[in-house]
C-alpha cells in the first residue's frame, strides 16, 4: 500500500511534528520547554541536522538541512534526512510537516524521502513488516497547494519496486504487459501489446532471439500518452527493455 501525503490546515497537540527549521527559527509557538529548549540549543550547536524531542504520547524532531552549493545535492540531501525521519518515526500512524524555512519545495523533498524509505514488499512474505506510518500530512494553508505530482512520483516508485521485487517466476513477460494495461488505465495511457505472432509478422529479430532463452512467449508493450493541450510538438520517445527472467547477470552480482 502506497504512503498517503496530504495537506493539513491545522496543528493539534496530537500531532507528530517534523518542523522544517533553521538557527534563527522562531519556535516559540510550538511550546517547548526551557528544558526541551536548552537541549535543542545544544544539538544545533552541535551542528545537527535532527533533533528529536520525546514528549511520550507524540514526537517533535526539528529538521535543520545543511546549506550545498549544489541545489540538487541540497534536495537529495533533504530526501536522505527524510530516510533517518522514517526510522525515527516508524511506529507512528502518521507525521505533520512544518515549514518554517524559506525553501518551499522542501516539505515535499523531506515527504518523498519518509515516503520513499517507508516502503516495504511483503507479498510472498510468510511473516509480513507490518508498515505503521500510513499518512504523512504536510501543513498548507493555501488552497491552490496541490500535492498530486508528488503522490504521482511515490505512486510510480512503489509500482516500479514491487515490479523489480516479484520474482521471475510470478513475473512473466506477459504479466508484465498486463501490469502495463492496468497502470495506463489508472494514468490514461493507451497501451498496444505485440503478442509473439505479431512479433514475428513485424520481423523483430532482435526480441525474437532474446525470447529463445526463456519458456515463456514475448510481448512488446507500446504506451502512449497524447495530452490536448500539449506544449510541445515534438514527442519524447523513451525507449526500454523488460527482460523478466535471469539471462546470467545475476549470478554475476555480489550478494
Not at 533553521?22 to 526551557?34: E, T, Y
Not at 507479498?123 to 496541490?146: A, C, Q, R
Not at 515463456?216 to 493541450?229: H, L, Q, S
Not at 535471469?246 to 555480489?254: A, F, N, R, V
Request: aromatic share 6%; hydrophobic share 35%; proline share 2%.
Amino acid at each position: 500500500m502506497t504512503t498517503i501525503i496530504k495537506k493539513k490546515t491545522t496543528i493539534s497537540e496530537k500531532d507528530n511534528l517534523i518542523i522544517i527549521c533553521n538557527k534563527k527559527s522562531n519556535l516559540s509557538k510550538f511550546k517547548l520547554s526551557n528544558q526541551e529548549m536548552k537541549f535543542v540549543k545544544s544539538q544545533i550547536k552541535d551542528n545537527k541536522e535532527i533533533i528529536t524531542i520525546n514528549q511520550y504520547d507524540r514526537l517533535i524532531s526539528l529538521v535543520l538541512p545543511k546549506k550545498e552549493g549544489n541545489k540538487y545535492l541540497h534536495c537529495e540531501n533533504i530526501r536522505i534526512l527524510g530516510d533517518q525521519i522514517c526510522s525515527i518515526y516508524s511506529e507512528k500512524k502518521s507525521l505533520l510537516i512544518i515549514n518554517l524555512d524559506k525553501q518551499e519545495s522542501a516539505s515535499t523533498l523531506l515527504a518523498e524521502g519518509i515516503a520513499l524509505s517507508n516502503y516495504t514488499y511483503n507479498k510472498h512474505k510468510t511473516n509480513k513488516k507490518k508498515k505503521i506510518l500510513k499518512s504523512i500530512y504536510i501543513y498548507n494553508k493555501d488552497k491552490e497547494y496541490n500535492l498530486n505530482e508528488i503522490q504521482n512520483i511515490i505512486n510510480a516508485v512503489y509500482l516500479t519496486r514491487d515490479l523489480i521485487n516479484e520474482p521471475f517466476s510470478h513475473l512473466t513477460a506477459k504479466d508484465l504487459s498486463k501490469e502495463a494495461i492496468k497502470s495506463g488505465k489508472i494514468t490514461g495511457f493507451k497501451t498496444t501489446v505485440f503478442n509473439k505472432k505479431k512479433i514475428k509478422s513485424l520481423k523483430m529479430g532482435g526480441l525474437l532471439a532474446v525470447n529463445k532463452g526463456s519458456l515463456d512467449e514475448p510481448t512488446f508493450t507500446i504506451m502512449e500518452w497524447n495530452p490536448k493541450n500539449a506544449k510541445n510538438k515534438k514527442p519524447l520517445i523513451l525507449i526500454g527493455k523488460g527482460i523478466v527472467y535471469d539471462t546470467g547477470g545475476l549470478s554475476l552480482k555480489p550478494t
